[in-house]
């Protein structure tokens, strides 16, 4: 049986469609290992220098907590936590929520991406730290329950890199509870306390 030339124009048409799939079967498992090598890749860490109201800069990794870390800052913080951050962080900080799958473990600081200094912990959580977490500065807008907020969080770190616990002092700088002292005596205005005290402590 001799093959035609309308036979050989469809066997070329033939051949010529299975080589054009392979190429895109080809370039489709490409394309998807090169997406999958991307997505494995870390965020990118935020700058730990900003600058501060006046401009000038600030190294958040060398800023100190100016809140000692004590039993009392402690709890305030873990108010202020629960409040804010425990949907997505969990209760205990561990993070095991499955619908949030880019939260940090709190209690695991050698897996942080974003530092684990008190000053780069308050950058991260004032100013947020890539698309899974947002700045909260507008929700925690008293720098103290920030502070107070880092307090807790290192409270989760497992004993061995924990700060050391500090004893209560009469200088705490726990403003909160000095206002709520003050009130009692019937000092300031009342209107002005009432808002301080329901700051971030709901």
């Known amino acids: 049986m001799r093959i035609g030339p309308t036979d050989r124009g469809a066997e070329r048409v033939a051949r010529l469609a299975g080589n054009v799939f392979l190429a895109l079967c080809v370039l489709l498992l490409l394309l998807l290992f090169s997406g999958q090598v991307q997505s494995e890749e870390p965020a990118p860490a935020p700058e730990s220098t900003s600058q501060d109201e006046s401009g000038k800069p600030v190294d958040f990794k060398k800023l100190k907590n100016p809140v000692p870390f004590t039993n009392k800052s402690i709890a305030r913080g873990k108010t202020v936590y629960i409040r804010f951050c425990?949907?997505?962080?969990?209760?205990?900080?561990?993070?095991?929520?499955?619908?949030?799958?880019?939260?940090?473990?709190?209690?695991?600081?050698?897996?942080?991406?974003?530092?684990?200094?008190?000053?780069?912990?308050?950058?991260?959580?004032?100013?947020?730290?890539?698309?899974?977490?947002?700045?909260?500065?507008?929700?925690?807008?008293?720098?103290?329950?920030?502070?107070?907020?880092?307090?807790?969080?290192?409270?989760?770190?497992?004993?061995?890199?924990?700060?050391?616990?500090?004893?209560?002092?009469?200088?705490?700088?726990?403003?909160?509870?000095?206002?709520?002292?003050?009130?009692?005596?019937?000092?300031?205005?009342?209107?002005?306390?009432?808002?301080t005290s329901q700051s971030g402590g709901k």
């Not at 991260?124 to 925690?140: E, N, Q, T």
């Open 86 to 195: 425990a949907d997505c962080h969990g209760r205990d900080g561990k993070a095991m929520i499955d619908f949030i799958s880019d939260a940090t473990d709190l209690t695991a600081p050698k897996r942080w991406r974003h530092g684990t200094t008190p000053g780069e912990i308050f950058h991260s959580i004032r100013d947020g730290a890539g698309v899974a977490m947002p700045p909260y500065k507008i929700h925690i807008p008293k720098e103290t329950d920030l502070w107070h907020l880092v307090n807790f969080v290192q409270s989760l770190w497992p004993e061995s890199v924990r700060p050391k616990l500090q004893k209560e002092s009469d200088h705490d700088t726990d403003d909160h509870t000095k206002q709520e002292g003050t009130e009692s005596e019937g000092g300031g205005d009342g209107h002005e306390q009432n808002d």
